[in-house]
């Protein structure tokens, strides 16, 4: 189930045949993390109609933001993570916000998770949330250590199981779905499942490792990736429809802020046999989710940064465990934080290391795309709009 970084496993049987899939799952295994269990609350407060809006548009964008990380790989020789790219296309300054975007990304992740099992197991079994935290975070760390993570098949997996949970939970509790849940239009909160939602869908750093997966089918990458990115759309729209239509933004309010996690508002809220199940599965999907993201950062200070493994360790896995054991913060606030700064400076630097690749790639891509200037700077702007207003609402 697990593997170690950097070592691109040599599939057999139906999943060297099917690498494809298996590709697209990795990518799916790192989208769909505890962002997936904060979309409901962050709906909920806006309603679900706006709510659809930002998944489609922030899916479209993300989708392209995904391709164009992926062309940008194709284009270069070499092994890179995403600060390695952005050196090479917008010098060191752009290295050093790439750098800074991940850190915020990735530790704002790493705290969720933190968080988030904390929560699900003390729903699960009972006691203090934050003896499950600091017990998921000594056992995630020490897989971490060993530059292990999921391999495709676990992510694919996992990813399945918590789908099919999905649908079981919708097939056996529709009944408690209240419609009247699901027609209020807050306008006030438009922008308030930005940050949230984008979140839930950034997979970035995912990208390079699936160029090592497919790296002698690379002409598969285009396809890996939006299969990989299409298909966290359409789980969260049928998540967000059933947690919502069950508990509600009246409900969701009288919980407390880490009680808001999708998963135990069902807990509470509907059939707890099948809510156990999404739980645990759930804690299963930020387990992997943990394992690729904090190997992504602890690889940017091996790589990009020339530390030593322990520095790189120590630095990946110290500052979520602070931030998640002092309080400092709620599962949906650091989410919404990071994902609105770190996906926005993201965002930025790729579109504009996107046109840098074009003109000094090193090589002939598997894919092009054909991207307008115009489109561009519509995109940037909506980043940059969405890390001021993340900012602001802070303040």
């Known amino acids: 189930m697990f593997k170690r970084g950097r070592v691109r496993k040599?599939?057999?049987?139906?999943?060297?045949?099917?690498?494809?899939?298996?590709?697209?799952?990795?990518?799916?295994?790192?989208i769909v993390g505890a962002g997936v269990l904060g979309i409901p609350y962050a709906i909920a407060q806006s309603g679900l109609f706006i709510g659809i809006i930002h998944l489609l548009v922030l899916g479209l964008i993300i989708l392209i933001l995904h391709l164009c990380i992926g062309e940008i790989s194709l284009r270069t020789k070499g092994i890179h993570q995403l600060s390695g790219y952005m050196e090479k296309y917008l010098g060191r300054s752009g290295k050093y916000?790439?750098?800074?975007?991940?850190?915020?990304?990735?530790?704002?992740?790493?705290?969720?998770?933190?968080?988030?099992?904390?929560?699900?197991?003390?729903?699960?079994i009972g006691g203090q949330p934050w003896l499950y935290s600091l017990a998921?975070?000594?056992?995630?760390?020490?897989?971490l250590y060993?530059?292990?993570?999921?391999?495709?098949?676990?992510?694919?997996?996992?990813?399945?199981?918590?789908?099919?949970?999905?649908?079981?939970?919708?097939?056996?509790?529709?009944?408690?779905?209240?419609?009247?849940?699901?027609?209020?239009?807050?306008?006030?909160?438009?922008?308030?499942?930005?940050?949230?939602?984008?979140?839930?869908?950034?997979?970035?750093?995912?990208?390079?490792?699936?160029?090592?997966?497919?790296?002698?089918?690379?002409?598969?990458?285009?396809?890996?990736?939006?299969?990989?990115?299409?298909?966290?759309?359409?789980?969260?729209?049928?998540?967000?429809?059933?947690?919502?239509?069950?508990?509600?933004?009246?409900?969701?309010?009288?919980?407390?802020?880490?009680?808001?996690?999708?998963?135990?508002?069902?807990?509470?809220?509907?059939?707890?046999?099948?809510?156990?199940?999404?739980?645990?599965?759930?804690?299963?999907?930020?387990?992997?989710?943990?394992?690729?993201?904090?190997?992504?950062?602890?690889?940017?200070?091996?790589?990009?940064?020339?530390?030593?493994?322990?520095t790189a360790f120590f630095l990946t896995v110290i500052p979520p465990l602070c931030i998640a054991m002092l309080g400092l913060t709620s599962f949906i606030t650091i989410i919404a934080f990071a994902g609105a700064v770190a996906g926005g400076i993201d965002g930025i630097l790729i579109m504009l290391a996107y046109w840098k690749a074009k003109e000094k790639g090193?090589?002939?891509?598997?894919?092009?795309?054909?991207?307008s200037r115009t489109l561009t700077a519509l995109l940037i702007l909506v980043f940059s709009f969405g890390i001021i207003y993340q900012l602001w609402s802070i303040i």
């Open 146 to 310: 060993h530059g292990i993570k999921a391999t495709g098949r676990a992510e694919l997996a996992i990813t399945a199981v918590m789908v099919i949970t999905i649908f079981l939970i919708g097939a056996f509790a529709y009944d408690k779905i209240n419609p009247a849940y699901l027609t209020g239009i807050h306008l006030k909160n438009f922008f308030l499942p930005y940050g949230v939602i984008l979140f839930a869908f950034v997979g970035t750093a995912a990208i390079p490792e699936l160029r090592l997966e497919l790296a002698k089918d690379k002409q598969k990458l285009k396809k890996a990736i939006i299969i990989g990115s299409v298909t966290p759309v359409v789980l969260y729209f049928i998540f967000a429809f059933i947690v919502l239509g069950i508990v509600g933004l009246g409900n969701f309010d009288l919980l407390g802020p880490n009680e808001r996690i999708a998963t135990v508002a069902l807990s509470i809220f509907s059939e707890p046999h099948l809510a156990f199940i999404a739980n645990l599965f759930a804690a299963f999907a930020m387990l992997t989710s943990f394992l690729g993201l904090g190997l992504a950062l602890k690889e940017m200070y091996m790589y990009d940064c020339k530390l030593h493994k322990h």
């Open 362 to 371: 090193e090589r002939k891509p598997e894919y092009s795309l054909t991207i």
């Open 10 to 30: 040599e599939y057999k049987g139906f999943f060297r045949r099917n690498n494809l899939w298996v590709a697209s799952a990795t990518l799916m295994g790192t």
């Open 97 to 124: 916000f790439m750098m800074l975007s991940m850190m915020i990304g990735i530790y704002g992740a790493l705290t969720a998770y933190i968080l988030g099992q904390g929560e699900i197991f003390s729903t699960i």
């Open 136 to 143: 998921f975070f000594l056992l995630a760390a020490a897989v």
